[in-house]
């Protein structure tokens, strides 16, 4: 992980909002994949939010109450202008500077973390002591790499990486592959697509035409038009 771009300032320049504008769609295909899976939620004491940004994901789990009403929740940042911004939010949550990793606790029972280890210089070294901190994950994985993104002209990748610095890229096989080769059980996974988002995030008629075979296709296969297109998202409910 490029600590100096989330310690020092370096981030905030870039992204300003720390993709608040993305929280209420992440909290809610993470509740979809849970309920789908039949998870017994009233199990669940604790729920942790690893490189939570500003919070906003973690308030909306909190705010849902579909958790044991003496659940506690907490989110880690290394990033303290994220962690500033995620402590006004709500008085009863618990967000802490810190590296989730480093802290010395027992399992929690939740731990979610999203668009989070494409970011950490040593993935794997990074999954694997996650694995040994709770007891079932979330995941929400970028997919960047498809057949698109291969031959476009412009290289998403390196755009990827100075914007919002993505070391890693993933497809939905090599997501899941670094997940198991990191010892963790796959329960579920989907793809996910935040459409109204990408709407309104094209600027040209070109762009938006593109937008229709896309949405055509992934009625036949999400897995198809995700290899071919990009854009979407792997959720993934894990266990240790």
């Known amino acids: 992980m490029h600590t100096d771009l989330y310690s020092k300032g370096q981030y905030k320049k870039k ?14 295909i993470f509740k979809n994949i849970l309920i789908k899976s039949n998870f017994i939620f009233n199990d669940i004491e604790s729920v942790v939010e690893v490189g939570c940004g500003a919070g906003q994901v973690l308030a909306n789990a909190k705010s849902s109450k ?6 506690k929740f907490a989110g880690y940042d290394i990033n303290p202008d994220a962690i500033d911004l995620a402590k006004k939010i709500d008085k009863e949550l618990n967000f802490f500077n810190s590296d989730y990793l480093e802290i010395k606790n027992g399992r929690d029972d939740l731990i979610l973390s999203a668009d989070v280890f494409e970011h950490v210089e040593n993935t794997y070294d990074f999954l694997s002591k996650l694995r040994a901190k709770g007891n079932f994950f979330l995941f929400n994985i970028p997919l960047e790499i498809s057949f ?5 002209k412009k290289n998403i990748f390196e755009d990827s990486y100075q914007k919002v610095g993505h070391l890693h890229f993933y497809n939905k096989r090599t997501a899941l592959l670094t997940l198991k080769n990191c010892g963790f059980k796959i329960i579920k996974f989907e793809f996910a697509k935040d459409r109204l988002f990408e709407f309104k995030k094209k600027k040209n008629l070109k762009q938006l035409l593109i937008l229709f075979p896309q949405y055509i296709l992934e009625k036949l ?20």
């Open 148 to 152: 698109l993104s291969m031959i476009r």
């Open 66 to 71: 579909i958790f044991n009403p003496t659940c």
């Open 221 to 240: 296969s999400l897995d198809l038009s995700s290899s071919l297109f990009g854009g979407y998202s792997l959720v993934v409910l894990a266990k240790k």
């Open 15 to 28: 992204n300003h909002s720390y993709h608040v504008e993305d929280s209420e769609f992440k909290w809610k």
